[in-house]
């Protein structure tokens, strides 16, 4: 994106979609105890804003003019397309992890979703493939 497409006087919108660390919230139902759930919630909003902050470093560090957001929402693809249309963005950019077609259909692509669910154009930008490590 930097490379290739940012242009002089572009602001970048940095959608972040946090995942809620399901392991620890699927025993909250039978947790009573409200310091319990709130020392939770606490853990999971600093772990949130440690990784906004490490977002934000990253425009810097590119030398991006923009914001980080936050959205909550289940389906990832789903909070970053409505985001997108509140803030009247004219290109969203998202990343893929190249998963098979297979693995695709099972759980989704947030990429798959915007391509064509977006009203803006959408740049996918794939994940360089690794080096497989000798064995």
């Known amino acids: 994106f930097c490379k290739n497409v940012h242009k002089e006087g572009d602001h970048v919108i940095l959608v972040y979609v946090p995942e809620v660390h399901s392991s620890k919230w699927s025993n909250a139902v039978y947790v009573h105890d409200p310091d319990v759930m709130e020392s939770m919630m606490t853990?999971?909003?600093?772990?949130?804003?440690?990784?906004?902050?490490?977002?934000?470093?990253?425009?810097?560090?590119?030398?991006?003019?923009?914001?980080?957001?936050?959205?909550?929402?289940?389906?990832?693809?789903?909070?970053?397309?409505?985001?997108?249309?509140?803030?009247?963005?004219?290109?969203?950019?998202v990343g893929n992890k190249g998963k098979s077609s297979m693995k695709r259909s099972l759980v989704g692509s947030v990429s798959d979703y915007l391509v064509h669910h977006a009203n803006v154009p959408v740049f996918v930008c794939k994940q360089k493939n690794k080096p497989v490590p000798p064995q």
Do not use: Q, Y
């Open 43 to 93: 853990e999971e909003e600093l772990r949130i804003r440690g990784d906004l902050e490490v977002f934000a470093d990253k425009l810097k560090i590119h030398g991006l003019g923009g914001r980080v957001m936050s959205v909550i929402s289940n389906k990832p693809g789903e909070g970053i397309n409505k985001t997108a249309e509140d803030e009247g963005v004219d290109l969203i950019v």
